[in-house]
Nanobody
């Protein structure tokens, strides 16, 4: 089975930086788009950034110029470099990936997978 494991969250002061990582593992044949979403308390989950298999990127307006998404194809890993963090960036950040993989019955299919989430808190 495919797993997405995130790391890198934590507490940071306004203006600070954090780098999130998300590694995919399992019976993976190919990974299409990978992305980061976030969900603040009382709010819906929203897209933060996405990167395609060809390394094209797209960002939410609220993070453009401050966040950078990248990926290491050989490691099935996606990163989110977050600079100039603001209190409104506080949320649980989730990794998402669209993956072609085999399940426990060796049935191959493509679907979205999610990480467990990592807390990012921006506060003085």
């Amino acid at each position: 089975q495919v797993q997405l494991v995130e790391s890198g969250g934590g507490l940071v002061q306004p203006g600070g930086s954090l780098r999130l990582s998300c590694a995919a593992s399992g019976s993976i044949f190919a990974i299409n788009a990978m992305g980061w979403y976030r969900q603040a308390p009382g709010k819906q989950r929203e897209l933060v950034a996405v990167i395609t298999s060809g390394d094209s990127t797209n960002y939410a307006e609220s993070v453009k110029g401050r966040f950078t998404i990248s990926r290491e194809h050989a490691k099935n890993t996606v990163y989110l470099q977050m600079n100039s963090l603001k209190p409104e960036d506080t949320a649980v950040y989730y990794c998402n990936a669209n993956i072609l993989a085999a399940d426990a019955k060796s049935i191959v299919s493509v679907r979205d997978y999610w990480g467990q989430g990592t807390q990012v808190t921006v506060s003085s």
